[in-house]
């Protein structure tokens, strides 16, 4: 255990005194175990990737040399005393490695960092609300903004995000966002859905990221632009990793539409099962088309496998 590591965990020290260590570190592997779980399958890929540089100079620093930083109590923000008040020993973590994580190393925060920084197991401590129309395009207005910005970093030219279709596609005719109870924000299905129909399929709403970078900038940009801190913790995690093609570099994408709502389910005991699946029926690979695998009913809720598609340990891959 190295120093830092040593103050996160004195800050909890009353109420693990009476445990053991390591049933910590797996209650916490745990938790994080149920996001996408896919593994990238093309190392060459990943090479490619580390050697196409994203044009912002910026060197890569390790985290033992990272400055100390502390926040003295005095001068602990509302929302991380808040975090350290709650009931819920996962939000107290956070809230103690929110107080070391030196928002001057920000170029350097892996994609866990920005979860602690931006507060988020805190924000989804209580219910989320639906976001409005406006808001989404609040969001894409800014979204536009921040690559024109972006243009002007590094060498002309240099692409770091695209949308991914010219596709504009209203799928409120198929699908609403709802309240889906323990599972958070969903879609429900507005009408009888047919085995092998087409239900939502990326758009000019879907961003791809060729660089973790300019993901991370962005989700900064949100933090920045709208009072809600829980939008950029939305973001954050409604955000995911995966390739194009068989073989090719991983991405990081993001919808900036109600799509981003599409819940997980697996045929696995204590989940619904899934109805949705990436690719057709008798496709070889998921693309980024997204069809029903049985018939859906109106009101039932729609469900994904996420490990069709994404992967979770390709974070650091991007730099992340």
Known sequence: ??????????????????????????????????YWVKPSKNKDAKAEEEVDDDGY????I???????????????PEDINAGFESADEDIRLEAAMRRRLNPEMWEQ???????????????????????????????????HEFVEEDKKIGPAGKVRSYQASKDEVDFSQTFIPFQAGHKGRGLQAVRDIKAGELVFKATNNTIVFNYGHT???????????????GMTCDMHVWSWVQDLYEGGPIKVFMDLDSGSLLNEGRDEPGWDSPNVQCGKPDATRCDSDYYAFRDIKKG????????????LDSWPDIGL
């Open 1 to 34: 255990m190295n120093y830092d590591q040593f103050l996160v965990f004195w800050d909890l020290a009353e109420d693990w005194l009476e445990r053991d260590i390591r049933e910590v570190v797996e209650e916490e592997k745990e938790r994080r175990e149920n």
């Open 57 to 60: 100079d910026i060197p890569k």
């Open 62 to 76: 390790k985290r033992e040399d990272w400055p100390r930083y502390f926040i003295a109590d005095e001068d602990l």
């Open 109 to 143: 925060f892996s994609y866990w960092d920005l979860h602690t920084y931006f507060g988020c197991d805190l924000a989804f401590d209580s219910p989320r609300p639906l976001w409005t129309d406006q808001q989404w395009q609040d969001l894409r207005d800014l979204y």
């Open 215 to 229: 993901w991370r900038k962005l989700l900064f940009a949100i933090n920045e632009r709208f009072a809600d801190p």
């Open 300 to 311: 039932d809720e729609l469900l994904i496998d996420y490990r069709e598609f994404a992967f």
